[in-house]
């Protein structure tokens, strides 16, 4: 079992790097393509001047210690010992120069693949349906993506510039070990390093899982706090602070024993790569020392033995170091493949043509659809919508009202029959296009963290601040705005918390008609305000939906009595249909509905009253009569 999980484990890791690949060699821009090729040249340049270093390391040995035999045929003056460091200094400085280049050249590479990747990813998560969002935490994605965009800078300069080069450096080390001094240093390098890369690879394998319990804990605490300060009013209205800071130091309390065992293992980890690499060195410096004493090597020889060895240690440390990011970089990029490779369940055919909007009417022809197999939420529903006029749709909470208007944008597809607009289904238009020609006022507005001005713009981009500042009039919020210290200027907060409910839905309402879309949905938009408030955000809503066709999901029937013509749901079904007093005369299901809320408005003008008349008799006018 554990072998397969390894093997599947691999096979992941390789179809992970060919997915890198467009970041690491990005063919729509040849002039990083030539940094690619440029920086890796300058590694390859910088390799063999590393090569070279010893070299010079032991002839300046040799010519203090006067054993001139051993000296290349040179001028005496290349060969003075002063000459010969200052020769081996000069060509430290030109070796890590060339790398300094090298780095330079591929920043560039680096951030454009992170910037690419990121951009993917974003536009991938909007690509996706409404469903795959209800199901899944903002605050576990955005810690994906967040960790996804960091590890591909890692592996795409890791990969690219480093591991070819290192297994250079190997070859040219064993060739000059096999012609200079024969094959019994050869193999015990050989082994050394086979030793100290399969230990490497073992341990970062095990490594890997306690980083991915690490990462799972780290996005499990990010999520509950990010939860918890956007209800940040529900906690303080159930004064649960207290049971949110032990919820969060929970998943912390995991992530706290995750990453200790991380760095724990990864102190295992180095303590076995230096007891390999040391063990390795002992044997090798013991054959060299027998022969300084032999006299079949000279002290250079045995400093320039000790000098490769000493280089050949930072690349095979740095293939530990390279392929332990490479896997950890691999573990936390993998979540955001994963949701790359997510599949969009509403996605254009590839002949699908822009809407053509010629009058806007809509069409529910037979409409079948259900959110769980389970669970079917509208059963053949059929109605329509004539061009410039208003359907109400009401019906007891779970009928199926606001899956109307989510078929209507096509965030989901029906299962049987058609929504059509002018005709043409949803289904053979673009997304893009049908969105364009429908606006949306919600029950629940949720505005940017920006200003007032960018939140109304959002209808329309590209509309002047005239624009703006006309729709805000025509949606009644234009004085209140410019009453505000910084007018259009101001901050609405998270959400927009820093506006009342009125006030959120007049920005809404502002938004919609600098769209100015030909068909209008009313997403119950104003069943969470109090009456007042309703009636003045009503008359806004009658300007907008004025010659438009409009849909109505009403939960206070008050505000659809002039509809055209007003259809009752039930259990998925259309149980009643026709205008308001029709539906009165028929004393049904809608009837039903108007009575008790009739009832229920009465109530809350006699308590209103009541109150009115109590702060009347407390006012100092009164009691002074």
Excluded at 167 to 173: I, K, W
Excluded at 212 to 219: G, L, V
Excluded at 464 to 488: C, M, N, S, W
Aim: glycine share 6%.
């Amino acid at each position: 079992m554990a072998e397969k999980t390894v093997s599947a484990d691999t096979g992941g890791m390789f179809r992970t790097l060919l997915n890198l690949k467009p970041y690491m060699w990005p063919s729509e821009r040849p002039d990083l393509q030539w940094r690619v090729v440029w920086a890796t040249f300058y590694l390859v340049l910088a390799k063999l001047v590393l090569v070279v270093v010893p070299y010079f390391f032991k002839w300046a040995t040799d010519a203090l210690a006067k054993d001139h035999a051993s000296l290349p045929p040179l001028p005496a003056f290349l060969l003075a010992p002063v000459a010969l460091v200052i020769a081996y200094n000069v060509v430290r400085i030109l070796q890590n120069s060339l790398n300094q280049l090298r780095d330079a050249l591929f920043a560039r590479v680096g951030q454009y693949a992170v910037r690419q990747l990121a951009y993917r990813t974003f536009v991938h998560m909007h690509e996706l349906s409404l469903r795959f969002h209800l199901e899944r935490r903002t605050g576990g994605l955005s810690r994906i993506i967040e960790r996804g965009t960091k590890g591909i800078e890692t592996i795409v300069r890791f990969t690219i510039l480093n591991t070819l080069p290192t297994l250079l450096e190997f070859v040219l080390t064993a060739v000059i070990f096999a012609v200079a001094y024969g094959w019994a240093y050869v193999l015990v390098i050989a082994v050394t390093v086979v030793a100290y890369v399969w230990f490497t690879v073992r341990a970062s394998d095990w490594r890997i899982s306690i980083r991915r319990e690490m990462n799972d804990s780290d996005t499990d605490a990010n999520t509950k706090a990010i939860d918890s300060l956007l209800n940040f009013e529900t906690v303080k209205y159930f004064n649960n602070e207290r049971m949110e800071a032990e919820r969060f130091d929970r998943s912390m309390e995991r992530y706290e024993e995750a990453a200790t065992r991380t760095w724990t293992s990864l102190g295992w980890l180095n303590f076995g790569q230096g007891v390999i690499f040391g063990v390795g060195m002992m044997i090798t410096m013991w054959l060299s020392a027998r022969e300084v004493v032999a006299g079949t090597q000279s002290v250079g020889d045995f400093v320039f033995i000790n000098a490769m060895l000493m280089q050949l240690s930072i690349p095979l440390n740095f293939i530990g170091f390279v392929y332990r990011e490479i896997r950890q970089g691999l573990a936390d990029i993998e979540q955001m493949f994963d949701l790359l490779d997510v599949k969009a369940e509403v996605v254009d055919k590839p002949d699908a043509a822009p809407l053509n909007v010629s009058a806007g009417r809509v069409e529910f022809r037979d409409v079948h659809f259900s959110y769980d197999p389970n669970r079917q939420i509208l059963k053949g529903v059929s109605f329509e919508v004539p061009a410039g006029r208003t359907v109400a749709i009401v019906g007891p909470s779970g009928a199926g009202k606001s899956t109307i208007s989510r078929l209507l944008f096509r965030f989901y597809d029906v299962q049987q029959g058609a929504v059509l607009v002018d005709g043409q289904d949803v289904r053979d238009v673009t997304q893009e296009s049908l969105r364009a020609a429908i606006g949306m006022v919600p029950q629940d507005t949720v505005l940017f963290n920006d200003t007032i001005a960018y939140n109304i713009r959002y209808g329309r981009t590209e509309a002047t601040d005239a624009e703006v500042r006309k729709a805000a009039d025509l949606a009644q919020i234009g004085p209140f705005i410019e009453q505000l210290p910084d007018g259009y200027a101001t901050m609405v907060g998270e959400r927009g918390l820093k506006l009342s409910g009125g006030e959120k839905q007049r920005v809404a309402i502002a938004r919609t008609i600098l769209k100015a879309p030909p068909i209008l949905i009313l997403d119950e938009a104003t069943s969470a305000l109090d009456s007042h408030t309703e009636r003045e955000i009503q008359a806004a809503l009658e300007l907008v939906s004025r010659d438009r066709t409009t849909i109505v999901i009403a939960h206070r029937l008050s505000t659809i009595v002039g509809a055209d013509e007003i259809i009752v749901l039930r259990n998925g079904e259309i149980a009643e249909r026709g205008t308001h007093s029709h539906l009165l005369a028929e004393r049904g299901l809608y009837a039903a509905m108007w009575d008790r809320q009739r009832e229920v408005t009465e109530a809350e003008e006699r308590l209103r009253e009541v109150r009115r008349n109590d702060e009347l008799l407390e006012s100092p006018s009164a009691a002074a009569v």
